[in-house]
């Protein structure tokens, strides 16, 4: 008997060339065109992420266990559940996202503007100027209704802006014996301020006013009282009042905005307006 000639493993032999048609690429389209996508005959073309099967399935928080089923085997089953998680405890409710939900609304934290603080000495500062300038008013409107510290009285009052050139002689003493007491008490305690401020501003800058029309041309020697006095009233109301005051938690306290420029502009107006209906005359070019 003859040996027959050993062939190799059928493995090692070449297969020969596959019958059918040659895979195609879809650039070898000349006119650089993708074919159609034809779908097989039932089936519809996939068009979203759930037809393709993209979105995992997210446990809810709310999902019920089944059953029996011990709480070490349930944490266990449930995907990205803690290794070395204590029994019965609660799986992560959002396991596929490394963000973590949103707050629910009751566990929602409210959010706040940082509440700006003055430090330092400046309620006590304004604190200053406002017995300052109030105590002052208070003064000069005690000695004009009741006489007290060595003043005129109402009858003294009137006597003098009679002889002053003043008309209305009634409402003009009123007007002056009110603003500087119900003024000067109000920026005492702080309360109203802009208006009690504009009512002060108002007052003082008149009698500036009228002081310096008994000299001719300007003469700052003989209005330099009001001429301090306007300021500092002007300054109150730009500043506010301070948290040392009955107008602490008001916005012109420490935040003065346009409602305090507009008390200013409104005391200057009231100061020239009383000046030309209750007195009148150019104060600059001397007017006794």
Request: charged residues 15%; aromatic residues 8%.
């Amino acid at each position: 008997m003859t040996d027959k000639p050993k062939q190799p493993p059928e493995s090692n032999q070449p297969q020969p060339p596959a019958t059918g048609p040659l895979a195609r690429s879809p650039y070898d389209n000349p006119t650089g065109e993708f074919p159609s996508v034809k779908p097989a005959a039932g089936k519809d073309v996939p068009r979203t992420e759930d037809d393709l099967g993209l979105d995992p399935e997210v446990p809810s928080s709310g999902a019920a266990k089944p059953a029996g089923a011990e709480p070490g085997a349930a944490a266990a089953a449930e995907p990205g559940a803690a290794a070395g998680a204590e029994p019965g405890a609660e799986a992560p409710t959002y396991a596929f996202a490394s963000i973590p939900p949103a707050r629910t609304n009751g566990d929602t934290e409210r959010l706040r503007r940082p509440r700006e603080y003055r430090r330092g000495t400046l309620d006590l500062g304004l604190l200053v100027l406002r017995l300052t300038l109030g105590l002052t008013f208070l003064y000069h409107g005690m000695q004009k209704l009741a006489g007290w510290f060595h003043g005129p009285g109402l009858d003294g009052t009137r006597h003098m802006l009679e002889q002053g050139g003043w008309k209305h002689i009634e409402l003009s003493t009123a007007m002056l014996t009110v603003s500087e007491v119900g003024g000067g008490a109000l920026i005492v305690l702080g309360l109203a301020t802009p208006l009690a401020a504009g009512a002060v501003l108002a007052s003082i800058s008149t009698a500036w006013l009228w002081k310096q029309g008994m000299a001719p041309d300007f003469q700052y020697k003989t209005v330099e009282l009001e001429s301090i006095l306007a300021a500092l009233a002007a300054t109150l109301i730009l500043t506010g009042p301070g948290r040392l005051s009955f107008d602490r938690n008001r916005g012109w306290a420490v935040r003065p905005s346009w409602g305090s420029f507009v008390c200013l502009i409104l005391g200057l107006a009231a100061a020239a307006g009383g000046w030309f209906v209750l007195h009148g005359g150019n104060p600059f070019v001397g007017i006794f």
